[in-house]
């Protein structure tokens, strides 16, 4: 049975850091793609970063980029996303999922298939 399941969110204040993981169960994350998405309130999901399979490519939004960093530890089947300099706007539910379809980039949401229930990041003073 194919299962993502993220950790790490929490609450933190602007400026601090969090990493979240994802970790993947019924299938080896080395053979598939992986991104991170987000969802703020009233918002539309927000592809944020993506690690590609096999290579490690790894793509960022332009929100992020500079401040994320995403990784995968094939041994523990688990990608990570290392998050610093927080700013009150990346507070959301963050999740991570499957990629079924090849392609560069981070993609659109529909191109993945297997989804984790979110973890929540509050970034607040």
């Known amino acids: 049975q194919v299962q993502l399941v993220e950790s790490g969110g929490g609450l933190v204040q602007p400026g601090g850091s969090l990493r979240l993981s994802c970790a993947a169960s019924?299938?080896?994350?080395?053979?598939?793609?992986i991104a991170w998405f987000r969802q703020a309130p009233g918002k539309e999901r927000e592809g944020i970063s993506s690690i590609s399979r096999r290579d490690d490519t790894t793509y960022y939004a332009d929100s992020v980029r500079g401040r994320f960093t995403i990784s995968r530890d094939n041994a523990k089947n688990t990608v990570y996303l290392q998050m610093n300099s927080l700013k009150p706007e990346d507070t959301a539910v963050y999740y991570c999922a499957r990629r079924v379809v090849s392609g560069p980039g981070i993609g659109s949401r529909y191109e993945y298939d297997y989804w984790g229930q979110g973890t929540q990041v509050t970034v607040s003073s």
């Open positions: 019924g299938f080896t994350l080395y053979y598939n793609a």
